[in-house]
């Protein structure tokens, strides 16, 4: 499967790529940030974010201690799977599998067509439905499998600090970090941030596909100025904010989008601080694409709870 060759034609045949092949951030059915560049509004806003978290390096499953969930199919095929994490984070701050999930045949939209998690549609502000195909697990072995992705267990991974940069467009508050556009990662072909690191680049191959990246973050909510955080990527994604799930693109897939608007949600604290969790993983060849698209001046917070990092 060439996961990074479908997605890209997909957001093609939707106008979301350049003919450069880099997909805009501003569209119609994406969010729009606020732009003025005459009279500089934005000005005061700082040029880059930039967002430390931790990068967990796995073996697949054929090689000797290798993980079961990475390079592994999921039974109803590669795709979209929604529902196999619980909407609450636990006592460490760390998604928990619950196995309850189905493929998603069709994704929910609000009515500029960003697909949404299910759990925030309302069809009276012109939200679109989507609907489910069959209940599967989305290439997950177990609870346990799972719980090893986000936490260190020697033998098992070798975690250590990465940091990206999200870089404020011109005239706008919409920070975005693409790894087709980033200049550590242009070159490369993909998200790929530990080639030839850790464990070493997966077998038979000059990179290094089989890892998850964990990012803590805070920022103040700014009740009706229209926060977003999208991402656009594979594999599996979740986003929590205050420890609610907003964002489930789990599975093993081609690249995928979904949106959150903040002002759509009744827990956060307005003009306070607020929390995003970030939970990504890489399980499969044979791409690794990487998009965070955001209006929120997000904030590093402690760096994810886990055990000592170690070489």
Do not use: C
């Amino acid at each position: 499967m060439n996961k990074s060759s479908l997605s890209r034609n997909v957001l093609t045949a939707a106008g979301l790529l350049t003919a450069a092949g880099v997909v805009l951030a501003i569209t119609q059915a994406t969010p729009v940030a606020q732009a003025n560049d005459q009279q500089g509004n934005f000005n005061h806003l700082p040029q880059t974010l930039v967002l430390t978290g931790v990068i967990r390096d796995f073996h697949e499953r054929t090689e000797p201690n290798g993980h079961p969930d990475f390079e592994r199919r999921p039974a109803a095929g590669f795709g979209h799977y929604m529902g196999n994490v619980a909407l609450q984070l636990d006592s460490d701050k760390k998604p928990v599998f619950t196995g309850n999930g189905k493929r998603v045949n069709q994704q929910w939209h609000d009515a500029q067509g960003n697909p949404i998690h299910p759990r925030f549609f309302d069809s009276s502000k012109g939200d679109v439905a989507g609907s489910w195909g069959v209940s599967d697990p989305g290439g997950i072995q177990s609870a346990e499998s799972f719980r090893q992705w986000f936490r260190d267990y020697p033998g098992v991974n070798i975690s250590k600090e990465h940091s990206i940069t999200l870089r404020r467009e011109a005239g706008s508050n919409m920070y975005v970090f693409d790894d087709r556009e980033d200049p550590n990662y242009s070159a490369l072909g993909g998200f790929f941030p530990i080639n030839n690191d850790l464990f070493g680049n997966s077998k038979g191959n000059n990179r290094n596909y089989h890892f998850t990246y964990e990012l803590s973050t805070t920022f103040v909510y700014e009740p009706g100025a229209g926060q977003t955080f999208s991402f656009i990527g594979d594999d599996d994604v979740w986003v929590f904010i205050n420890g609610e799930l907003v964002i489930d693109i789990g599975g093993v897939h081609s690249a995928i989008r979904q949106t959150v608007h903040l002002d759509r949600l009744d827990f956060l604290k307005a003009n306070r601080e607020n929390t995003l969790h970030f939970f990504f993983a890489e399980r499969h060849r044979t791409e690794a694409n990487f998009r965070i698209e955001t209006t929120i001046n997000l904030r590093n917070a402690q760096l994810p709870n886990s055990a000592h990092l170690y070489d």
